[in-house]
């Protein structure tokens, strides 16, 4: 198969001609199909049903400590709770609170609370003229909304095969009080599946902020999601690296078992110094008087410990394996050779990252969505959803059933090739 960029006008006009045909058939098959979101599928929900059998009446009544868990109380999570949590991060549970459902309702706290009562008795963010994040990208749109929605500037920091550019990073946090926090997601990265280096973790721990209330925003959300038995990324502690560094204050950590368990019916944590720990109680205190302690105490109970999550993620991981196989086996076949498109072939996490030709990416995902499939928007993986080379496309492989996935896959590649080949025609016109 030859690349397209070496094709002559004629072989592209017959490539897409041909296309052309294909794409009016799929369109006529009137699909709907879904490949945006990073949702778990019916299997891997049903794999935690028994979560829900697992509380006896004497369980509810009983915490370890003696805690009526039915009732108010222990604003910062049960103590077996912590501990189960401080495993999956690999810190001490002293370090950990246990919230409600979401964790990334804990960013949002995070950053609300940072605007209006300051971070450890800093000036609020709000009474600042300016308040910087950087984002590494393509990076977790959600992130991007919450820094957004509070006036924030966002500041491109380009992700390489060991996590963020290094050298940006410590020039804008070490030379600019302005620049107050940056989004992390240091294992299996939203999208792009990407493992942070020790170097990089140590390089983080080591920064010398300009602001006294810069934090990290270390959001490990893929901790335990492995799609390799063989093949399991460990990260560095950034809590233990920061403290060594004389940094102790300087992370907030985050997680949840929401694709671990059900999302938006999980447990959520976060893990940071003993002072962050104190300046967010002082404040969490008047916000609830605890979360769901039933929810925490059956998440316990079934998993009992770390080994336990290992297991039922080894589950997890057999049922959403086969469709990243099929989907990157697909893409190999039919795109690689034509040269339009790269992705990195993850071992962990939610997503595969796209790369299509500079300028194609909205088109590709337009075109998909008028033949039924619809992917993440083009654009989301960037603060302010500008993605300058119009390039970057997230795929989500995991809701869709194989069948379906295959289906839509082979929309999604006959949209590449037909966007592409117009790319390149338009290249050998304007070259004449
Ligand atoms: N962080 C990242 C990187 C995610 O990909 C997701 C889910 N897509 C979340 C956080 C959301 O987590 P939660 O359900 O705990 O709010």
Request: proline content about 4%; hydrophobic content about 35%; aromatic content about 8%.
């Amino acid at each position: 198969m030859k690349k397209y960029q070496e094709m002559t006008k004629a072989e592209l006009l017959q490539e897409k001609q041909q296309l052309e045909a294909e794409y009016k058939k799929i369109k006529e098959i009137g699909l709907q199909l879904n490949m945006a979101r990073g949702k778990p599928s019916s299997e891997q929900l049903d794999l935690s049903m028994d979560l829900l059998n697992v509380l006896t009446k004497d369980d509810i009544l009983k915490a370890e400590d003696g805690t009526d868990c039915r009732n108010y109380g222990i604003m910062d999570g049960i103590e077996e709770a912590k501990e189960l949590m401080a495993e999956v991060v690999g810190c001490k549970k002293e370090n950990v609170i246990v919230y409600g459902n979401s964790s990334l309702n804990i960013m949002y706290d995070q950053v609300a609370r940072a605007e209006i009562f300051g971070i450890c008795g800093n000036t609020p963010w709000s009474k600042l003229d300016k308040v910087k994040f950087l984002c590494p990208v393509p990076g977790y749109d959600r992130h991007f909304k919450i820094t957004q929605t509070f006036g924030i500037e966002m500041i491109n920091i380009p992700m390489t095969s060991e996590g963020p550019d290094m050298d940006l990073v410590e020039k804008y946090v070490n030379n600019d009080e302005r620049v107050k926090g940056i989004w992390c997601v240091p294992k299996y990265s939203n999208p792009q599946g990407v493992v942070y280096s020790d170097e990089t973790v140590r390089r983080f721990a080591n920064l010398k902020p300009a602001a006294k209330d810069f934090r990290i925003f270390w959001d490990n959300a893929y901790a335990v999601h492995h799609l390799y038995e063989d093949n399991q990324a460990e990260i560095l502690n950034i809590l233990d690296e920061c403290a060594k560094a004389g940094n102790p204050d300087m992370v907030y950590q985050f997680c949840s078992t929401s694709k671990v368990t059900f999302p938006g019916a999980g447990i959520a944590a976060l893990s940071s110094s003993e002072e962050n720990l104190k300046d967010i109680k002082s404040k969490l205190t008047v916000q609830t008087i605890g979360h769901d302690k039933i929810n925490q105490l059956r998440h316990v109970k079934y998993f009992k410990n770390i080994d336990g999550i290992k297991a039922h993620m080894k589950k997890q991981a057999d049922i959403i394996r086969p469709k990243f196989e099929m989907l990157i086996d697909m893409l190999n076949e039919e795109i690689k050779p034509l040269g339009i498109g790269n992705w990195v072939d993850p071992v962990g996490g939610y997503f595969v990252c796209f790369e299509s030709l500079e300028g194609c990416a909205k088109e590709i995902i337009g075109k998909c969505k008028e033949a039924g499939v619809t992917m993440t928007g083009a654009g989301a993986p960037f603060p302010y959803g500008k993605d300058e080379k119009d390039s970057t496309i997230r795929i989500a492989p995991t809701y869709p059933s194989m069948d379906e996935l295959k289906k839509a896959t082979e929309v999604f590649i006959t949209c590449t090739k037909l966007v592409s080949v117009n790319k390149c025609l338009e290249k050998t016109e304007s070259k004449v």
